[in-house]
């Protein structure tokens, strides 16, 4: 299974958010491309413990939060479209420079390489091993790069990589 704590794992995200542009769709889900790179950003630096946040899991996810997670990191199946988010998470401006969001959101996937907190509490799922973070670190990010059509530009369409070569 991909884990965001795998370094070509991150390269790959990393190349997969270069090749946003402002005219990307979503294909499914309310955020432009722009608010969408935002919440992956606020989503990423709370993971990581950037700005020190409090952690709290929500009552609902006492009860249903660990079966919950159990069924996103036990196999490669991607998230579901529109799935929902917590109010923290939603960006509501709609506008903004899209460049310096990506740069941004690249920093903190390349965080990921030094991942050191121990006190991460997911607002649903409640406490999860590192494993469980790498594996859902990757699939939120792939959930949403899926959503405005963002692959590897070093995959061709049928899953293949493809040398150093450009195709046209």
């Not at 009552?59 to 079966?67: A, C, D």
């Not at 998470?89 to 899209?98: C, M, Q, S």
């Not at 990506?102 to 607002?123: L, Q, T, V």
Request: proline share 4%; net charge positive.
């Amino acid at each position: 299974m991909k884990t965001i704590f795998d370094a070509a794992t991150r390269d790959e995200l990393i190349r997969r958010i270069q090749s946003l542009e402002k005219n990307n769709a979503a294909q499914w889900g309310k955020m432009n491309v722009y608010q969408m790179t935002k919440h992956c950003t606020i989503w990423d630096e709370w993971v990581l413990g950037v700005h020190q946040p409090k952690y709290k899991q929500q009552l609902i996810g006492w009860i249903f939060g660990r079966m919950a997670l159990k069924t996103f990191v036990k196999d490669d199946r991607p998230i579901q479209k529109n799935a929902p988010s917590s109010r923290p998470f939603i960006v509501k401006e709609l506008d903004g420079d899209l460049e310096l969001q990506k740069k941004a959101w690249i920093r903190c996937i390349a965080a990921y390489e030094h991942f050191s907190n121990p006190g991460f509490i997911h607002d649903f799922f409640g406490r999860m091993t590192r494993e469980e973070i790498g594996i859902f670190a990757y699939k939120h990010s792939d959930h949403h790069l899926r959503q405005f059509g963002a692959v590897d530009p070093l995959t061709n369409p049928a899953g293949h990589q493809l040398s150093g070569l450009a195709f046209e």
